[in-house]
């Protein structure tokens, strides 16, 4: 307000309304020679009368109108700024960007859906990343956090375990393999064919295929793979990509991480919001989400 105090201001528009001094003096809660002096300094502050003064009360000046009118809309402004001051600190205001892998869409679709029941006024942008290197949004600062599988230890961020998925062999529907039920690594390891995936997804399972096409689009993989190219090392969660060409061998104990990371500083509040909407969809202990949250050092 500059050099226009708050108080001041808020004396005379309770004095405007009410058009009387002893009213608004009670409204006030102060004496009325107090008020009096307040909204004389007022004026002096200004320059110029406000108020015509009678037997019978007060009228404004067309000065004190133009106050009141300005007045009663900087109150207003004031008020919504501190509440939206509040509102940001609880995580019901901001922006939440959220990088993430095409097989966790419908994680994605139902924290925002969450978020835009809880929290309606905060906006999102929603990026799908390359599996073969889904945290490139949070190196070059684009993301908040992502979410994605079996990611690399890495001290820069602060990784959030989601759920713990089987991992599929995916072959040709008409490959023999896809005759079996289920498979053990071991068969895998013996498979004389070529493996589209990644080096990221082949180091994380422990394979050194001998053979290997290096895919980034998982919808292009499972292509490939229907098409009788090769085969493909997946979560469970790309399942829903896929056509009859090729079926879904789970492989005994191998498994697929799925994880959220972020940096490693305070996040925003609505981005923790967002996480710990994301936390408990898969039901997390309490106790996972307020270490993840800790473990952020303050911005």
Do not use: K
């Not at 004496?31 to 307040?38: E, G, I, K, V």
């Not at 509440?83 to 205001?93: F, V």
């Amino acid at each position: 307000m500059g050099e226009l105090e708050m108080w001041r201001l808020q004396s005379f528009l309770v004095l405007a309304g009410e058009l009387h001094f002893g009213r608004a003096a009670e409204r006030l809660a102060v004496t009325q020679p107090t008020l009096s002096r307040q909204i004389q300094s007022l004026e002096a502050h200004v320059g110029v009368p406000l108020l015509v003064r009678g037997s019978h009360g007060v009228s404004l000046t067309e000065a004190g109108w133009e106050l009141r009118r300005e007045g009663e809309r900087l109150v207003e402004l004031s008020a919504r700024a501190v509440d939206r001051t509040r509102r940001a600190a609880r995580g019901d205001l901001g922006h939440v960007s959220v990088g993430f892998v095409g097989s966790a869409v419908e994680t994605v679709v139902r924290c925002v859906a969450t978020m835009h029941e809880l929290h309606p006024d905060v906006a999102f942008t929603l990026s799908e990343r390359s599996y073969s290197d889904p945290t490139s949004g949070l190196v070059g600062g684009d993301d908040d956090l992502v979410i994605a599988r079996d990611l690399a230890a890495d001290s820069d961020w602060q990784r959030v375990q989601l759920d713990v998925e089987q991992s599929y062999l995916v072959a040709a529907s008409s490959h023999p393999i896809s005759r079996c039920d289920r498979i053990d690594s071991a068969d895998v390891e013996a498979l004389d064919e070529v493996f589209i995936s990644t080096r990221r997804w082949m180091n994380a399972w422990g394979f050194n295929p001998r053979r290997l096409y290096e895919v980034h689009s998982p919808q292009a993989a499972l292509q490939l793979v229907g098409a009788g190219v090769g085969v493909a090392l997946m979560p469970a969660g790309y399942q829903s990509l896929a056509d009859d060409s090729v079926r879904f061998i789970p492989v005994n104990g191998m498994t697929s991480t799925l994880q959220a990371a972020l940096p490693r500083r305070a996040p925003s509040p609505a981005t923790r919001a967002f996480l710990r909407i994301l936390v408990q969809g898969f039901e997390q202990p309490e106790q996972l989400l307020r270490a993840a949250l800790l473990d952020c050092a303050p911005a």
